[in-house]
Nanobody, 124 residues
Framework: QVHLVESGGGSVQPGGSLTLSCAASGIHYRGSCLGWFRQAPGKEREAVAVSDSTGKTTYADSMRGRFTIAQDNYKTNITLRMTNLNVEDTAMYYC??????????????????WGQGTQVTVSS
């Protein structure tokens, strides 16, 4: 059974940085997809970045450059490093996972397992 728990959210000023972590269990060593998504109030959930079991990463176009996804070799910790944050990055950030082979999609409905989310607030 897959279990995901996010941490590391908080409040930060514009231009600041945060690193989110997702403690994971039940992720297949091979044939898995891990990702970070976010949802701002009144908006639909959107992808930030995903990573397959080989470590290959895919970023949403608007997230490229300021966000970095990484996973440890044992698939027990997935991080999202966020830099140069702005107010538009304010959202609930979710860790997602799925145990399957193939390309890892940026579509949220491709992921069966989700954490409870961690709030990131960017304000001055």
């Amino acid at each position: 059974q897959v279990h995901l728990v996010e941490s590391g959210g908080g409040s930060v000023q514009p231009g600041g940085s945060l690193t989110l972590s997702c403690a994971a269990s039940g992720i297949h060593y091979r044939g898995s997809c891990l990702g970070w998504f976010r949802q701002a109030p009144g908006k639909e959930r959107e992808a930030v970045a995903v990573s397959d079991s080989t470590g290959k990463t895919t970023y949403a176009d608007s997230m490229r450059g300021r966000f970095t996804i990484a996973q440890d070799n044992y698939k027990t910790n997935i991080t999202l490093r966020m830099t140069n944050l702005n107010v538009e990055d304010t959202a609930m950030y979710y860790c997602a996972a799925d145990n399957r082979w193939g390309l890892c999609s940026l579509a949220s409905d491709a992921y069966a397992y989700w954490g409870q989310g961690t709030q990131v607030t960017v304000s001055s």
